[in-house]
């Protein structure tokens, strides 16, 4: 049973920077989706950012709330996904989980958490002075 595992989260200052990672776990896996979530305290869970594997490597997408921000890159040889977070606010405070598809998404499907199939257990950023 393939599982996704977080890591990276923790309390961090205004204007600093944290970087997610997202490794799968028991199994062979290689997603051609991979997402990052977040659930903001009392808010409905909402999409950050997506990787998408291509014949070129890959294509990215991100919300307009992290565009500029955040980027997400993917390390084949590790089969790890990553989210660096520059220049964070307090309104990016949630808990940020990972997500993953085998199947190919188009770009309007990325932003719906019912189109993943994995999801990891989430770890918790703080953005906080």
């Known amino acids: 049973q393939v599982q996704l595992v977080e890591s990276g989260g923790g309390l961090v200052q205004p204007g600093k920077s944290l970087r997610l990672s997202c490794t799968p776990s028991g199994g062979d896996f290689s997603s051609a989706v991979t997402a990052w979530f977040r659930q903001p305290p009392g808010k409905d869970r909402e999409f950050v950012a997506a990787?998408?594997?291509?014949?070129?490597?890959?294509?990215?997408n991100y919300a307009d709330s992290v565009k500029g921000r955040f980027t997400i890159s993917r390390d084949n040889a590790r089969n790890t996904v990553a989210l660096q977070m520059n220049y964070v606010k307090p309104d990016d405070t949630a808990i940020y989980y990972c997500?993953?598809?085998?199947?190919?998404?188009?770009?309007?499907?990325?932003?719906?958490?019912?189109?993943?199939?994995?999801w990891g257990q989430g770890t918790q950023v703080t953005v906080s002075s």
């Open positions: 990787f998408r594997r291509s014949g070129f490597g890959g294509m990215t």
């Open positions: 997500a993953a598809t085998s199947r190919g998404l188009i770009v309007s499907s990325l932003r719906d958490p019912d189109n993943y199939d994995y």
